[in-house]
């Protein structure tokens, strides 16, 4: 309605949602018709947000970097949305040095900041580790002195899991390799 907007944690959730459907034209048409209607100090970066996450499903890994440099961290979700939106995008890429910079980056911030929920932490430091597997075996390195896994290995403990940001991701990353 008019007298209300619409709420930047649903906003969101409902991007992700048809981006993970391939529902692509659904998406950027509820973009172009809601995003209006975000409040307005978090619109700008909403949307762009939106269109990044947008382009990224898409494939258009270049075209979601240009929209990431405007997006404000000004909400919550932004400060991590953003780098994991980069880390997939710089993957996708073949660019895994700033790949890496790009967890070292998530990784202080998740366990350094004091507005992150217990759920949020678990799940996004989860996403910190299987996202470093997956990079160390797709260059095959091992910095961490135990034994580097196999991607059937990471697989499997992924399944085992229940609380992966990005799981279906790495699911189809880990297959792939």
């Not at 809601?34 to 949307?47: D, N, T």
């Not at 939106?50 to 000004?74: C, M, P, Q, S, V």
């Not at 910095?143 to 403990?157: F, R």
Request: net charge negative.
């Amino acid at each position: 309605s008019k007298e209300n907007s619409i709420e930047p944690t649903v906003f969101r959730n409902i991007l992700m949602t048809a981006c993970d459907m391939n529902e692509f034209e659904w998406a950027e048409g509820f973009i172009e018709k809601y995003s209006a209607e975000l409040p307005e100090e978090f619109a700008e970066s909403m949307k762009s947000h939106a269109y990044a996450t947008l382009y990224f499903n898409k494939g258009e890994f270049e075209r979601a970097l240009k929209h990431i440099i405007n997006i404000k961290y000004d909400y919550l979700r932004h400060k991590i949305d953003v780098k994991v939106l980069q880390f997939k995008i710089f993957y996708e890429l073949g660019e895994y040095e700033p790949a890496f910079n790009i967890l070292d980056t998530l990784r202080h911030y998740i366990s350094s900041a004091e507005d992150i929920s217990v759920i949020v932490r678990k799940r996004f430091s989860a996403f910190i580790k299987y996202a470093t597997d997956l990079l160390r075996v797709k260059i095959s390195i091992n910095g961490s002195g135990k034994k580097l896994l196999s991607a059937d290995e990471i697989l499997e403990e992924l399944k085992n899991e229940n609380a992966v940001e990005s799981a279906a991701w790495f699911e189809k990353k880990l297959k792939e390799l």
